[in-house]
Each structure stands twice: as C-alpha cells, then as structure tokens.
C-alpha cells in the first residue's frame, strides 16, 4: 500500500533513471567492500580468526554501545506512532518463533544457534541499509518511522536478545551471577541510560556526542571486516538450513508485517517504510552475539551475506 506522500516523492526517484544501480554503488558497495576485504585477508590468512574475534568484541562493547546512545538519546519520541512500532514488533515475534521452532525441531540445530539463527531473520540491517535507501527515495526528512523502527531493535530486541544469549549461554551459572555479569554490560547501560535521558529530554552535551559519533561510525565496517574475516573460513555454498532461514528472512518477515500493520491506524508513510524496512537484508548483531559467546557461525553469516545480496531485488520492488 503506498501513502499519498509516496506520490509527491516518487519524481525525486525517477529523476535518476539508474536509481538501483546508483544505491548499488553508492550505498551498498562501499559498506561490503569492508566485508569482502575482511574474506580477502582472512582467506591469505593476513588476519586469523582468533583476531577477527578480538575486533568483534571491541566493537561490540565499545563501538557499538557509542552508537547506541547517541542515536536514542537525540531521538524525539513525540514524533514516533508506537503503534505502529508495536505491529510491527508483532510481525517479528511471530516470525522469530516460527524460525525457531522450524530450526530446533525440524532443522535439529543446537538451541542456542536456532536462537540466533531465528534472530537473524528479524533483525534487519536498517542502519546500513534501509536508512540511506529512504533518504534517497523519500528525502533525509521523511524518513522518521526507519528511525524509530532502528531505535526499536537498537534497544528492545537487541537488549532482549543480549539477556537471553547470555542465559542460554551458561545455563547452569546462578541468578545472581548472571545478574552482575549482565549489569556490566556496557550495551544494556548505554541502552538504559539512552532511553531515560531521551525521555527526560536531557540531551548529551554537543562535544560528548561528537565524540559518540566519532566512535559509533567504526562499529559498522569493524564488524563487517570481522565477519568477511570468518566467513573466509567457511564454505559459501549454501545448505538446507542457510536457504530456509534465507527466505523466511526476505518473503515471510515483509509479508508477516504488511498483515500485521493492518490492524493499525497509523499514516500510510508508517506503513509503506515499516514494510520497507521488513523487507532488508538481515543484520550483523546475531553473528556479533554468536562471536562473542564462542557459538557456531557457518550458517549464521552466511545468511547474513545472502539476504545482503538478495534483498536488493525485493527492495528495489517495493521502493
């Protein structure tokens, strides 16, 4: 369903004709050449997967927690239609707990890769991707539902999928001791502390965010060096449970959203970029998890290189 607004934005898009081929090179190619770099290294064994491990967790517990807070706490929730966000937090859980099931007791993968595996397939890779795309499309000043919809899993899920790897984890650690270990966190702090100061309307001083910013834009290309890294140590071609979790991944998220969004009364333009976004490549947080907590990830990255490549056709048909 296209908004009204979609109308009035649509000339911006055909006055590029090659407008695919320019996010193509401009917005897609330049973010993977970090991961293709990362298998090139990897494969002639310049980095070992024992580094690309090491600069994984660094960007998890320092660059990404920069990244966080600067995005949540300059957000101005007033604008958000939660929702909207809600619905869509609705298509997910069903989509995650289909995955899982179909992982764990079809696929008969180990529990905590079925968690993550299910994981990927909703937590999409909007900042990377889906964020530029609109901007392109829509302008740099239409685009809030893609910012709330990051902040949602920047926090919710990514908090929520934190909490729960770590549980799955080490299953036989006490209460108490996972509670300490999940308190340091440094990516729940920040998440916390971003979403009160948010609220409360207490914006980070100008150089602090700076500062953020500085740090939070390496998360990106250090995590994808890390994975092209790993994934250099595995095989591309892609098995049964790659291509399922694949396509769950690309047609059943996008669809599962678009029913779920029916049942709201948000603006069109909600609608139209919420399903947008479902419709992305899968993000990097599930294989960062799986790194950091030393779980398998021959099936986990690759989907996340395949629904990369692959969501460029459905997100060309829906833009």
């Not at 401009?26 to 770099?37: C, E, K, Q």
């Not at 997910?92 to 994981?119: D, R, Y």
């Amino acid at each position: 369903m296209l908004a009204p607004q979609a109308k009035n934005y649509k000339p911006v898009f055909k006055r590029e004709n090659h407008y695919m081929l320019d996010v193509l090179f401009h917005d897609i190619l330049p973010v993977f050449s970090v991961l293709a770099l990362g298998f090139i290294l990897g494969r002639s064994q310049l980095v070992s997967t024992a580094e690309a491990s090491t600069l994984n967790r660094i960007a998890f517990l320092v660059m990404q927690p920069a990244l966080i807070f600067a995005l949540v706490n300059r957000a101005d929730f007033k604008q958000f239609h939660f929702d909207a966000i809600l619905l869509y937090g609705l298509g997910q859980l069903v989509i995650f707990s289909a995955t899982f099931f179909i992982c764990l007791w079809i696929l008969k993968c180990e529990k905590i890769e079925a968690w993550l595996l299910a994981m990927a397939t909703i937590f999409v890779n909007a900042l990377l991707y889906i964020l530029p795309i609109s901007q392109l499309i829509y302008g740099s000043g239409a685009n809030i539902p893609i910012t709330a919809v990051v902040i949602w899993d920047a926090t919710i899920i990514f908090a929520f999928f934190i909490i729960t790897t770590d549980l799955l984890k080490d299953q036989n650690a006490s209460i108490w001791h996972t509670c300490q270990r999940l308190m340091k966190n440094p990516v729940l702090i920040v998440i916390l502390l971003g979403i009160a100061t948010s609220i409360m309307e207490l914006r980070a001083p100008s150089a602090m965010l700076t500062a953020l910013d500085f740090a939070g834009r390496a998360a990106a290309p250090v995590t994808l060096f890390a994975l092209g890294v790993i994934l250099s140590s595995h095989s591309l071609m892609p098995s049964g449970v790659i291509s399922i979790v694949s396509v769950i991944k690309l047609c059943a998220l996008p669809v599962i959203v678009m029913w779920a969004l029916g049942f709201g009364s948000q603006p069109d333009n909600w609608s139209q970029l919420l399903l947008l976004n479902a419709a992305g490549p899968s993000g990097a947080m599930a294989f960062s998890l799986a790194v950091l907590h030393g779980i398998r990830t021959d099936k986990i990255a690759p989907v996340i290189i395949y629904t990369s490549i692959l969501s460029l056709f459905s997100l060309a048909w829906l833009a």
